[in-house]
């Protein structure tokens, strides 16, 4: 299925270097959607910030992966909510790796946001990060090289 068009149009202006986003937001919806990422999203819009967030930027029906993809490509900045179950989906995982290559690719910057969890959790990958790695590891859940990324 084609995923062109699978995005819902918006009314903001344009953005220099051909970015349709000025902010996308990667999050684990389960931990967060209703509350922190809610507000984050409110008031990054509130302040003009033209931002991707999945329920309001995706239509039903489309290819989700290839929007999701394409959504970060098209993306300035991104923020991260690293929270205690963003590991545990593979959904979120392979957002983290597309974001990886746009920072290699087109010098995209992140800000990671640490939401209940601890920066080491993450980084050396232990605690609840360590359990779902090593989860989807033996599932082979994820695509791409994981073992590369910082």
Do not use: Q
């Not at 209703?34 to 819009?45: G, I, Q």
């Not at 991104?78 to 590991?87: G, R």
Request: charge should be negative.
């Amino acid at each position: 299925m084609s995923s062109s068009g699978t995005l819902k149009s918006s009314s903001s202006t344009s953005h220099p270097h051909s970015y349709h986003y000025d902010v996308f937001l990667s999050f684990r919806g389960a931990d967060t959607r209703k509350t922190f990422t809610d507000h984050l999203y409110d008031n990054l819009v509130a302040h003009g910030i033209h931002t991707f967030r999945d329920d309001e930027e995706l239509e039903n029906g489309g290819d989700i992966a290839a929007d999701l993809d394409r959504a970060m490509e098209e993306s300035r900045f991104f923020i991260i909510v690293l929270s205690k179950n963003y590991a545990t989906s593979k959904w979120c995982l392979n957002e983290l790796l597309k974001i990886t290559e746009c920072m290699a690719e087109k010098g995209s910057e992140v800000i990671p946001i640490f939401y209940h969890v601890e920066l080491r959790d993450v980084r050396n990958r232990e605690g609840s990060f360590k359990d779902a790695f090593s989860e989807h590891r033996n599932r082979s859940l994820l695509k791409g090289d994981w073992e590369c990324v910082p």
